[in-house]
């Protein structure tokens, strides 16, 4: 995923309401940004961090800039824009670059399934491998002591009904799969954050005990672009 226009940089000075953040140019001047990430954001909103902003042409935002990526003072970099996953993810299935993903003819956004009025975020179909639900997460969640990353990074009931919505899609016969994409450079590992959200932690136990397949991978990070990297360990006790 390639960013369609130059990123602009400035300094976080604090991120509030969820969807705002001022932050200080290099010009001197306050300028507030959209922050489209509605969790905790813990580590990845530190005043003082740099940060780095896409800018809109869409006459009807009530503000053009959008935050999209967090460089730490300990050189990690963050894609804290959440709506990115899922182009990431889309761009390297379309790429064949997720071999357990490749095998699928056609891919489509945004489909209505399930029983709890949602939308699973990538749906692939295959005359002969059937269909394929992946509900795609971004991880951003970092322990430096140990270099795990975890989701969520607060209590996600939301998460919670799209993994009991995978659970019945793997009970009907299909193949469903929850897809960690790990946007945080500093993570090498992956588990479940049981210690924030105990309920997400048991019903992905409960997914995986009726067939749900866990995929994670982590990801490049520039100012340029996001891209797909390789697999990293899911460890889940």
Not at 147 to 169: C, W
Request: with cysteine.
């Amino acid at each position: 995923m390639h960013f369609p226009s130059p990123l602009q940089s400035g300094v976080l000075i604090k991120r509030y309401k969820r969807f705002l953040a001022d932050i200080l140019l290099p010009t001197n001047e306050i300028i507030t940004i959209h922050c489209a990430n509605t969790g905790a954001m813990t580590g990845c909103a530190n005043p003082g961090d740099h940060v780095w902003y896409s800018t809109s042409d869409n006459p009807k935002r009530k503000l053009p800039y959008s935050w999209e990526l967090t460089h730490t003072h300990d050189k990690y970099w963050i894609c804290v824009n959440t709506s990115r996953a899922n182009h990431i993810v889309k761009d390297a299935i379309l790429a064949n670059k997720i071999a357990q993903l490749a095998q699928y003819e056609t891919l489509q956004s945004e489909v209505k399934y399930g029983q709890e009025n949602s939308r699973i975020d990538l749906l692939l179909c295959d005359k002969t491998h059937g269909d394929c639900y992946v509900e795609v997460k971004s991880v951003t969640l970092f322990d430096a002591k140990n270099q795990f990353g975890y989701f969520p990074d607060a209590v996600t009931t939301r998460g919670q009904k799209h993994l009991r919505e995978l659970i019945f899609m793997a009970q009907q016969g299909k193949r469903a799969v929850v897809f960690f994409m790990v946007l945080h450079t500093g993570i090498t590992y992956f588990s479940p954050a049981k210690h924030i959200d105990p309920i997400y932690n048991q019903l992905l136990k409960e997914a995986i005990n009726h067939g749900v397949e866990v995929l994670c991978y982590n990801a490049a990070i520039s100012t340029q672009a996001i891209t797909l990297n390789q697999p990293i360990p899911v460890i889940i006790d």
